[in-house]
T-cell receptor, first 110, second 114 residues
Framework: DAKTTQPNSMESNEEEPVHLPCNHS???????IHWYRQLPSQGPEYVIH???SNVNNRMASLAIAEDRKSSTLILHRATLRDAAVYYC???????????FGAGTTVTVRA | DAGVTQSPTHLIKTRGQQVTLRCSPK?????VSWYQQALGQGPQFIFQ???????QRGNFPDRFSGHQFPNYSSELNVNALLLGDSALYLC?????????????FGPGTRLTVL
């Protein structure tokens, strides 16, 4: 499985943007970049995914480096509800599973 | 529209026993995956079912087995329980097994093995 590297933790203030980095230097051309998050006492929740181009949805934006060896999940205005563990996952087009690492624990200060 | 549902919510078993966990996928989804999440760790993939067949399996022993029914619901069975099987068991469904499909997770079943 292709590996990802994320910081263990990040802190943010409420209503400020949060930029979550993910390094994936061994990414292959057929790997999708997925982001999931897990709020306390809940199952993981899909956030966003992309292949080559930057992606936006109602929850977040995903910025993918031109060489695809890194990406950044952007939460535009953090709320207390965004406090969670965020997982960056590479998923090959022929791979059915999600391979979760340790993720980044995001703390949001009021 | 109900999301992914799992039963039971909590379960306590003793070593050597067998357990069956159940999952109903989100409406319109035909693919079910199971994950094990130990305390403080990320979920680990157990296996995925599509068209009533196991399509992919993670690094789990044969004590872990599953089944998918014609209505797409699924069961996870664990035999000869060990203390180390204590974990949160998560079920996820998707509209097909393809990598570009997002997976929707249920709230999980908390299994405690004494």
């Amino acid at each position: 499985d292709a590996k990802t590297t994320q910081p263990n933790s990040m802190e943010s203030n409420e209503e400020e943007p949060v930029h979550l980095p993910c390094n994936h230097s061994t990414i292959s051309g057929t790997d999708y970049i997925h982001w999931y998050r897990q709020l306390p006492s809940q199952g993981p929740e899909y956030v966003i995914h992309g292949l080559t181009s930057n992606v936006n949805n109602r929850m977040a934006s995903l910025a993918i480096a031109e060489d695809r060896k890194s990406s950044t999940l952007i939460l535009h205005r953090a709320t207390l509800r965004d406090a969670a563990v965020y997982y960056c996952i590479l998923r090959d087009s022929n791979d059915y599973k999600l391979s979760f690492g340790a993720g980044t624990t995001v703390t949001v200060r009021a | 529209d109900a999301g992914v549902t799992q039963s039971p919510t909590h379960l306590i078993k003793t070593r050597g026993q067998q357990v069956t966990l159940r999952c109903s996928p989100k409406s319109g989804h035909d693919t079910v995956s199971w994950y094990q999440q130990a305390l403080g760790q990320g979920p680990q993939f157990i296996f995925q079912y599509y068209e009533e067949e196991e399509r992919q399996r993670g690094n789990f022993p044969d004590r872990f087995s599953g089944h998918q029914f014609p209505n797409y619901s699924s069961e996870l069975n664990v035999n000869a329980l060990l203390l180390g099987d204590s974990a949160l068991y998560l079920c996820a469904s998707s509209p097909g097994p393809q990598a570009y499909n997002e997976q929707f997770f249920g709230p999980g079943t908390r299994l405690t093995v004494l």
